[in-house]
């Protein structure tokens, strides 16, 4: 769905919920516009889409005894782990890839290592990553790191496609954001049926990754054995 035909969608609604410019009898596009922009946003950020993950295979390589490392522009955040041992952060050595344990700034500032070794943690710090230990020379192999993460949403163009895999959650969330802007007493309800909306469509996503999750795990033990 491009962004004007979710517009297109949303205007007439909204019309009819009475969120409407006074003098104009109309929805100001202004106002649709930002409402858009924040459900898509607030989506993104609240749920791990899949539709907004990206798989990064080269976000960066590593430089003996140095610990900072940008995150690309449209990095927002790592999804969240649903496992302890669930890693977003990969390091490939030239011939094994392994993961990174994500540990808070404070303790890392605490318990880091100063000495150059092959790097079991990280942190995110102004928008970068931090290695700990600083990488070594990994017998002349710079270290490849590689991630899963979750792509930020600044902007929407008119011919934008909107990766959100529901419309009905784009539009509860939307109508939501406008009756906050027009201090309607309907938006708690609207609020809540958003939610609602955002949970299904989670839910629905959970079912259909939940066979290919099946796959990996058995695939993993294949391995193993």
């Known amino acids: 769905m491009t962004y004007k035909d979710l ?21 100001d596009a202004a106002e649709a516009d930002l409402a858009i922009l924040n459900t898509v946003m607030g989506l993104a950020d609240g ?14 390589i590593t430089s003996v005894g140095e610990r900072r490392y940008a995150l690309p522009r449209d990095f ?8 302890r041992h669930d890693y977003h952060l990969y390091l490939y050595d030239n011939s094994d890839e392994f993961g990174l344990d994500y540990v808070d700034p404070v303790a890392f500032m605490a318990t880091r290592d100063t000495a150059n070794g092959t790097p ?18 990994n017998s002349s ?22 990766l959100v895999p529901s419309t009905t959650a784009l539009l509860d ?3 939501a ?22 949970e299904r469509m989670i839910n629905h996503q959970a079912r259909i990754r939940q066979p290919f999750q099946r796959q990996t795990s058995e695939r993993r033990r294949t391995r193993r054995g």
């Open 76 to 83: 927002l955040r790592f999804p969240r782990p649903k496992h």
């Open 141 to 162: 192999n710079n270290y490849i790191g590689r991630a899963v993460y979750i792509k930020r949403i600044t902007s929407l163009e008119w011919r934008d496609e909107i």
């Open 7 to 27: 517009l297109n969608l949303l205007l007439p609604r909204a019309k009819m919920l009475g969120f409407v410019d006074q003098e104009t009898g109309q929805v």
């Open 177 to 198: 954001q406008l009756a906050i802007l027009h201090g309607s007493p309907r938006a708690v309800d609207l609020f809540t049926l958003a939610r609602q909306s955002g």
């Open 120 to 137: 079991s943690a990280f942190t995110v710090s102004e928008g970068d990553i931090l290695l700990d230990p600083p990488p070594n020379a």
């Open 173 to 175: 969330g939307a109508l």
């Open 47 to 60: 749920w791990d889409l899949d539709a907004y993950m990206t798989v990064a295979d080269n976000l960066f």
